[in-house]
């Protein structure tokens, strides 16, 4: 009896190693799968606009404003934008190629865009757009949200962050997040931004590279393991770095506009450091939107009326971080009423702290896309 014990003993073993065997052959064939299915090659069309291997243009110091995809593929308000550059000290736009919600926001062709259906043609000839901007001396940058995608999370939610009372977790206004610690959503993010560098664009800015902030954060299941969130941040960047340094296109980050002034281990909780930035892409775009900063700040009651003092704070703390390293700064300012009333008054004062420091740009944002030459030079 008791070999006979022993034998289906060593049976129901061998059952359960096989089984466990044939379970982790099965997920790693679909996760393999799952990469490959979001990976875009550039051999599958030649560049467009030239059907010749392009170079990245040499570096010029950025004075951009944002647009969305509506408004790039709008050609009344792309021309007024062209007159808007042309006549003052502006020389570039930032395009949405992919938004807030996850759309791919002109044809693309990357394998899992298309069998996901995540494209919405916003932008129209991509070509045309691009061309005829650069026609006119504007350094074209195309602006692609990562970890914020509501679209893809919700269409591959195993690759979206879960919440512990189940199913997935949704920021304050309903979003779901995809998970930054998933191979997966690094490849689909770096086809997208490599097809968009093949359409023409000539930096890609990524923005949402972050955890997230916002809503009931005691909720969220975090994938991390035994990695610090901005250790698992450095990763992504390092990823995109390294698979995107022989394209002909810069690389810059959107970061929360008070990682000029943390230090040490203080990654706001959300993963970002210019420590772990810095080194491994050519910009970062801090936020520094005076209206988001809190009351008392700098002992300011309401800093957005003091956009001077709040700009040239965290120009100096941050300052230090970008000696020596391969990134400049470039940050987003305020061209927008939170706050207080955004003129030229306002505007001017926080470019003026900027361009205090040698080859810093910056970008004004502006939700709307209502620019006028208020606080700009003249041409």
Known sequence: MKIESKKIHWFLFGVFIFLASFFIYFEWVRTVKAIESTTFSNDNFSNSITGIVREKNQTIVVKGLYLTAYSAGSPKKIDEIIKLVSSTELNAVVIDIKDYSGKILYDSRVPLVKKLKNSDNRLGDVDKLIKKLHENDIYVIARQTVFQ???????????????????????HKGLAWVDPTRE????????IAKEAINLGFDEINFD?????????????????????????MADFYNFISENLSDQPAWISL????????????DDMRIGQRLADSVGVVDYICPMMYPSHYPSGHL????????????????????????MGNRAKVRPWLQAFNIGAVYGAEKIRAQIDMVEKYPNAGWLLWNAANRYTSAGLKQQ
């Open 149 to 171: 995608d509501p679209l893809l999370a919700e269409k591959k939610p195993e690759w979206a962050i879960k919440s512990k009372s189940g199913g997935l977790w949704r920021d």
């Open 184 to 191: 997966e959503v690094w490849n689909y993010n770096l086809s």
């Open 208 to 232: 949402y590279v972050r955890f997230p902030s916002d809503g009931n954060m005691s909720q969220v299941v975090y994938n991390t393991k035994d990695k610090k969130r901005y250790e698992v």
């Open 254 to 265: 959107d970061l929360f506009g008070f990682v000029m002034e943390k230090e040490g281990e």
């Open 299 to 322: 002992g300011l009651k309401n800093p957005a009326e003091y956009p001077g003092i709040v700009i040239d704070n965290g120009m100096k703390k941050g300052e230090k971080w970008f």
